[in-house]
């Protein structure tokens, strides 16, 4: 029983340093264009003193500025101080490592098993590689998985520090990205909907005189927990005001679903399952599974799959909890279908494994395929300057200072993608994207976002907006559409300052 354990136990040890280092080579070495006005904000939060909900990086005037995750910003300002792009790179590495652990620790707690958990768990890494940047969501991913966890063992344990640990979650979701605090209740709808279901059931069976029976493959149980669960979760609801946002954590995702932001941008658009080939397997997986074998799923599992399926088509950033919350229903569905054949299943698989053949080839596959990933970003920059404008940024920076003009005097007009970075070097910006800012639904009358993607795809004649905002600059990509016409027609009232292999940068000339 001991050499069992202790076998079990060395697997355990031997899965959490792999996966540590398989979630380390997946973390991009190149920042994503957010980080750079997490920086800028989380600094000015600090240097405030306090979240002031006014915007101070658009040199548009009036503008008021939620500070959606605004907790996440300090933090990440706090650790580029200590330090810069190499401090924030190690955090999201940390934050990456945190989430595989926490994938693989709530699966093998839940579904009971080492060997498929860790299994799962890779490849639920792999299909959120492209979601592993230094943003706020990567610590939210962490705090979901915590909250399936909690919500199950406070339904089947009762005890009281799995709610105090639901709440918790509440309040810091809360703050450190509210856009997706809405959704921690999406997650307790479908147990609460099974326990529902249950009581209605057993109502009719004792009405009629019958026996509640399970279904051969649906499973429908009961469990007095959830009541408790209820309690905590508009305990949760209320937790929502313990922040300095005010009600936006209620009201912030209402106005970003009616807003026009949405509808631009990739993220936000629905899911085209032809071109996500990853989730067409794992789908085909789960039917197969449900469809040709006698595995057996549970009622809340099913409407929590089935809920996460229509999210995921809605928007295909929720793909992301669709894989998440989704590994722990796989994980569950694989292995209680599998012990029906061979029991001690997790247990033989490790006592195979747990030897120095063993061991060694599970490191080496997972060494090689770590060190796939990892290889083209060894040389990777923290910027690249081929998004961002750096040699731009400084140009501009230093030209203003020769001729004694103040930076706020200028109206830049700028586009979307390098917005933030323009910011985080002290430029005031026409847009970035913290789109919602632009939005008339967050600021009334005011329509940047849409002007934006107007001018910019030519669905109106840009300098008709130039003109609508005073526009004195304008900095493109060098192959963008309005640089296109200014070179080829010629036109005389844009003075080129400076153009470098991917920027171009222009004064008005009124």
Not at 398 to 423: A, C, Q, T, V, W
Not at 457 to 468: R, T
Request: aromatic share 14%.
């Amino acid at each position: 029983m001991d050499n069992k354990i202790n076998k079990s136990k060395c697997f355990e040890i031997l899965a959490i340093i792999l996966i540590a280092i398989f979630c380390i080579s997946l973390t991009p070495k190149t920042l994503q264009n957010d980080t750079f006005y997490t920086i800028k904000i989380g600094e000015h939060i600090i240097q405030n003193g306090e979240v002031d909900m006014i915007e101070p990086f658009s040199w548009h005037e009036g503008l008021e500025y939620t500070y959606p995750h605004w907790l996440y910003d300090v933090m990440i300002y706090l650790i580029y101080c200590l330090g810069g792009m190499t401090g924030i790179y190690i955090s999201t590495c940390i934050f990456s490592v945190i989430l595989g652990i926490s994938i693989y620790k709530v699966n093998s707690k839940l579904a009971k098993n080492k060997v498929i958990s860790f299994v799962i768990t890779v490849g639920t890494m792999y299909l959120l590689r492209d979601y592993i940047t230094a943003r706020a969501q990567l610590v939210t991913f962490i705090l979901f998985i915590l909250e399936i966890y909690f919500i199950e063992k406070l339904i089947d344990t009762r005890k009281k520090r799995y709610g105090a640990g639901l709440i918790a979650i509440s309040i810091l979701i809360a703050n450190l990205h509210v856009a997706v605090w809405p959704f921690m209740f999406v997650l307790y709808l479908p147990y609460i909907a099974e326990y529902l279901l249950a009581i209605i059931e057993e109502y009719v069976a004792k009405k009629y005189g019958k026996e509640v029976k399970q279904g051969e493959k649906l499973l429908i149980i009961k469990k007095d927990g959830t009541k408790l669960l209820i309690l905590v979760m508009i305990i949760s609801i209320l937790a929502g005001f313990l922040t300095p946002l005010g009600t936006t954590p209620y009201t912030y995702l209402i106005k970003t679903m009616e807003g026009t932001t949405t509808q631009n941008i990739n993220e936000h658009q629905p899911l085209v399952l032809i071109n996500n080939t990853d989730i067409i397997c794992v789908i085909i997986i789960l039917l197969t599974l449900l469809t040709f074998t006698n595995a057996k799923i549970g009622l809340s599992d099913l409407l929590m799959l089935g809920g996460l399926t229509f999210l995921m088509f809605y928007s295909k950033r929720q793909q992301t909890m669709w894989v998440i919350i989704g590994s722990v229903v796989l994980n569950r569905i694989l292995y209680n279908w599998a012990i029906q054949y061979t029991k001690e299943l997790d247990g033989k698989i490790i006592k195979s494994v747990i030897n120095k053949f063993g061991i060694f080839m599970i490191t080496g596959v997972m060494l090689i395929l770590s060190l796939c990933f990892i290889k083209p970003k060894i040389k990777s920059s923290y910027i690249d300057d081929k998004t961002y404008p750096v040699e731009m940024s400084d140009f501009i920076i230093n030209y203003f200072e020769e001729k004694n003009i103040d930076l706020s005097e200028i109206r830049l007009y700028n586009e979307y993608n390098y917005g933030s970075y323009l910011l985080y070097k002290g430029i005031p910006v026409f847009i970035d994207s913290r789109a919602d800012l632009y939005d008339p639904k967050f600021n009334e009358g005011v329509t940047v976002f849409t002007d934006f993607i107007d001018s910019s795809n030519l669905n109106v004649y840009f300098e008709d907006i130039f003109e609508k905002y005073d526009i004195t600059h304008i900095i493109l990509y060098k192959n963008s559409k309005i640089n296109m016409i200014i070179k080829e027609v010629k036109l005389e009232n844009y003075k080129l300052l400076k153009q470098d292999e991917n920027f171009v940068f222009y004064e008005v000339i009124k």
